[in-house]
T-cell receptor, first 114, second 111 residues
Framework: DQQVKQNSPSLSVQEGRISILNCDYT??????FLWYKKYPAEGPTFLIS?????DKNEDGRFTVFLNKSAKHLSLHIVPSQPGDSAVYFC?????????????FGQGTELSVKP | NAGVTQTPKFQVLKTGQSMTLQCAQD?????MSWYRQDPGMGLRLIHY???????DQGEVPNGYNVSRSTTEDFPLRLLSAAPSQTSVYFC??????????FGAGSRLTVL
């Protein structure tokens, strides 16, 4: 049972345009959401996060939106740059009663073309 | 400051062999975890620990053992390797299960 799903395995955008990566979850008890970025042959690195009490969080070119009623999370990158090409994972944290596990989606590979 | 160190980076095993993937951190993080990454499956949690002496199962714990005798180390043991355990393994640490620092990964092939 995949609790966190990224239904798009890949996404290709032109440099300077907006990249939108999507993530859906099934567990309404998740209380914290994160995005990680992964380059080949490296471990994932933290990018941006959002608490379930908010609906938007911005950090420079990166904005995460949370729609709790739809159980949907998205990451917007504006403007996209070639260096943003990587695999992006969304992750969700269960509440204390669930042991606080961090559950990841399948990942979306973003390719930004010059 | 090394952060999270995983060894070995690459390993080839035969079916039935045992081995231990090592994870060491120097950030004094209480939370440590092991994930495996497989194509189309993303990162799946194997085991995690919230402190020395405390471990718990993740999503895919079968075939793996862990222990946490110190804050710094969290080894992952494969007692009898199977081809289904061919994967890239990541150790990740943090002050809690939120912003994690990942190691560079250990690529395991089981023949």
């Amino acid at each position: 049972d995949q609790q966190v799903k990224q239904n798009s395995p890949s996404l290709s955008v032109q440099e300077g345009r907006i990249s939108i990566l999507n993530c859906d979850y099934t567990n309404s008890m998740f209380d914290y959401f994160l995005w990680y970025k992964k380059y080949p042959a490296e471990g994932p690195t933290f990018l941006i996060s959002i608490s379930s009490i908010k609906d938007k969080n911005e950090d420079g070119r990166f904005t995460v939106f949370l729609n709790k009623s739809a159980k949907h999370l998205s990451l917007h990158i504006v403007p996209s740059q070639p260096g943003d090409s990587a695999v992006y994972f969304c992750a969700a944290r269960g509440d204390y009663n669930q042991g606080g596990k961090l559950i990841f989606g399948q990942g979306t590979e973003l390719s930004v073309k010059p | 400051n090394a952060g999270v160190t995983q060894t070995p980076k690459f390993q080839v095993l035969k079916t039935g062999q045992s081995m231990t993937l090592q994870c060491a951190q120097d950030m004094n993080h209480e939370y440590m975890s092991w994930y495996r990454q497989d194509p189309g499956m993303g990162l799946r949690l194997i085991h995690y620990s919230v402190g020395a002496g405390i471990t718990d199962q993740g999503e895919v714990p079968n075939g793996y053992n862990v222990s946490r005798s110190t804050t710094e180390d969290f080894p992952l043991r494969l007692l009898s390797a199977a081809p289904s355990q061919t994967s890239v393994y990541f150790c990740a640490t943090g002050t809690g299960p939120r912003v994690l620092t990942f190691g560079a990964g250990s690529r395991l092939t089981v023949l």
